[in-house]
């Protein structure tokens, strides 16, 4: 089952990509996705291949998570990989909001989105 905390892969930005779901609603996810990409001044997090949530998404390089880098995904396009532990999910979900001033649900009704 997607839940808020899954990590996974899935297609964002035109390419398949490491993912973190924020928040479910029916059969969409908001998901922030990771880039290799490092050096913008925004909010962001920096998921290393050695730390645990690395090992599980079978990453072989830092992968930053933008708070700005979100998209909004069906369920079933998830490749469900494991948990984000709860450190690491509460800090990309902050991160979320303070780069778009918003909670990640909101992403996922379109009069706010």
Not at 52 to 58: A, E, K, Q, W, Y
Request: glycine content about 8%; charged content about 25%.
């Amino acid at each position: 089952m997607t839940r808020a905390g899954v990590v996974g892969w899935a297609d964002a930005a035109l390419k398949r990509r490491a993912v973190v779901v924020l928040h479910v609603r029916d059969e969409r996810a908001i998901v922030v996705w990771g880039t290799g990409t490092v050096g913008r001044e925004v909010p962001s997090i920096t998921i290393e291949p050695r730390e645990r949530t690395g090992r599980i998404l079978g990453l072989t390089k830092p992968t930053v998570f933008y708070g700005t880098n979100f998209a909004v995904v069906n369920v079933a396009d998830i490749e469900v990989r494991g948990l984000c532990r709860p450190e690491k999910f509460f800090e990309l979900e902050a991160a979320f909001q303070e780069a778009n001033q918003r909670p990640a649900e909101s992403a996922l009704d379109p009069a706010k989105g």
